[in-house]
């Protein structure tokens, strides 16, 4: 089995400057982001189920 590239997408909570950028992709096993501007510094892996906590979870938070 060989796995495909990941289809990145710009988030959309990203920042209107384009100084907090993160990029997410999303398949039916994994959800991962990484830094727009360092790509380099590899990517944060997360199973969908986690991902959908953590976004929640950041949702009831005042920044």
């Known amino acids: 089995m060989t796995e495909t590239s990941p289809n990145w997408h710009k988030s959309a909570y990203s920042g209107a400057d384009n100084d907090a950028c993160v990029e ?7 959800v ?9 510094r590899g ?3 997360a199973t969908p189920a986690a ?7 950041l949702r009831t938070q005042r920044i």
């Open 43 to 45: 990517e944060l892996t």
């Open 51 to 57: 991902w959908a906590a953590f976004t929640a979870f």
């Open 24 to 30: 997410v992709a999303d398949d039916l096993a994994r």
């Open 32 to 40: 991962r982001v990484r830094d727009t501007k360092d790509r380099a």
